[in-house]
């Protein structure tokens, strides 16, 4: 899960705990908010009675005979007032909820009592507003507050998903950056545009320094390798030729003829070697000029012309599939013939007799896949993933080579920018899978 989505899906999750907890807690709410709206309308209905007996006396309501009340409900019956003449030791003024009796049907009200004095005589105020009424305003508030709710969590999180978006697109340059860089000299060291957060601003620049600083390590690295290989190359040299002349000697007894043979084995693989971490040194300093252009079919029949004795040893045949042919306009022809040629060489010396390695293509809309695909032991998971380095025996512990051709063959890839994918399981072969990238046509 990317950052952005656990950023929003943890803002979500705050906000359904809320609304839980406010839907939890939304019936008591809206009831004493309702009640609390209820009891200030019907104080502020009796201040506007009182109003009106203080400028007009108490005649307009009970008429001249004060014995008589007044009462009057509205069409529903969810409103009444009432005032009539009373005798009371103390002064009301307080709200209850109580039932009427109206038209044979019982009816609860929440009604404020206020008791006031006119002339020597006292007088009861009484305004209700029935429950069923109130009850319904509470459903419309719980309602209306719902619905906000809701639109507010949506509209809260589509902001803060976009928001965030925006926000790490930074972060997500960067990580572009870096996974398009295979090598610390191809790092773009171009700065990348924060929108001001200095975080981000920060891990371009730390990131830029790093790849400087590996940059250099690695130059460094390549001039020990290219300059220790230069001094290995002038003594393996003398030794062989003076090796090579004593096996000439004919007075040499056959027992000591035999170990200079072991020795001159030993210092042509050495010698193999060295010229191996010469090329790849500079391959890696990018030393070869990329000039030619070619197809991957025509170098393929040029390597598996050259494989053929090799293969009928074996009785392997390399069975060319090719579908769809690919041309390389910026390329070093030998370096990718050294490529494609360790990898089926490889396949031939790993395969079991009377098999067959077939090379095959596809392409896709940005991608040209060419797969080498043999009927080998297979490559074990663990050594699978140090596939690529140098030095690193692949499948046989028993074997002579020195396991430098595929590291060879990644910095070739990595020159030309090509990846290179490998499936393989214990028992049931190798593919190799070369992955070009198709650039559009310039217009």
Do not use: C
């Not at 290219?226 to 030794?239: A, D, F, G, K, Y």
């Not at 070619?294 to 050259?306: D, Q, R």
């Amino acid at each position: 899960m990317k950052l952005r989505q656990k950023l929003t899906f943890a803002s979500l999750l705050f906000k359904l705990l809320f609304v839980v907890i406010f839907l939890a807690a939304i019936p008591y709410l809206s009831q004493r908010i309702n009640l609390l709206q209820t009891d200030n309308e019907l104080i502020e209905k009796r201040e506007m009675v009182i109003d009106l007996i203080s400028e007009f006396g108490t005649a307009p309501f009970v008429g001249e005979n004060r014995d008589d009340g007044f009462g009057s409900y509205n069409i529903l019956k969810e409103e009444f007032i009432s005032l009539e003449q009373i005798d009371l030791d103390e002064h009301w003024n307080f709200i209850e909820v109580t039932e009427r009796l109206i038209e044979n049907e019982i009816i609860e009200y929440r009604v404020i009592n206020y008791s006031f004095l006119i002339d020597g005589e006292t007088y009861l105020l009484e305004i209700g507003k029935s429950l069923s009424s109130i009850a319904t305003t509470e459903r419309n508030i719980r309602r209306i507050t719902l619905f906000f709710l809701l639109v507010f969590v949506v509209i809260s999180v589509a902001f803060e998903f976009s928001y965030t978006t925006y926000i790490l697109q930074p972060l997500s340059a960067i990580t572009k950056k870096i996974k398009k860089t295979s090598n610390p000299d191809l790092y773009d060291k171009s700065v990348i545009p924060t929108g001001g957060t200095n975080d981000f601003k920060e891990l371009d620049q730390t990131l830029t320094s790093l790849m400087t600083k590996m940059s250099r390590l690695l130059q460094k690295e390549k001039e020990i390798t290219q300059n220790i290989s230069h001094e290995l190359l002038t003594p393996v040299s003398i030794l062989r030729s003076k090796l090579e002349n004593i096996l000439t000697n004919s007075n040499i007894d056959e027992e000591s003829a035999k170990k200079i043979e072991e020795a001159l084995t030993t210092l042509y693989r050495l010698k193999s070697m060295i010229n191996s971490l010469l090329l790849i040194a500079r391959i890696e300093s990018r030393q070869y000029l990329k000039k030619d252009q070619f197809t991957v079919k025509e170098i393929l029949s040029e390597i598996t012309e050259e494989l053929e004795p090799l293969a009928e040893d074996k009785n392997i045949e390399i069975k060319n599939d090719i579908s769809e042919d690919y041309q390389l306009l910026a390329a070093n022809k030998s370096l990718v013939f050294s490529m494609f040629f360790n990898v089926i060489n490889n396949a031939i010396r790993h395969s079991v007799n009377s098999s067959v390695i077939t090379i095959s293509s596809e392409k896709s809309d940005m991608q040209y896949h060419l797969s080498i695909t043999d009927n080998g032991s297979g490559i074990p998971p663990e050594i699978r993933k140090n596939l690529f380095e140098r030095f690193r025996k692949k499948r046989n512990i028993n074997d002579d080579n020195s396991g430098i051709g595929l590291a060879i063959a990644k910095s070739i890839a990595d020159f030309h920018e090509i990846t290179i994918d490998v499936y393989s399981n214990p028992g049931e072969g190798t593919t190799f899978v070369f992955n070009y990238p198709i650039f559009p046509a310039k217009t």
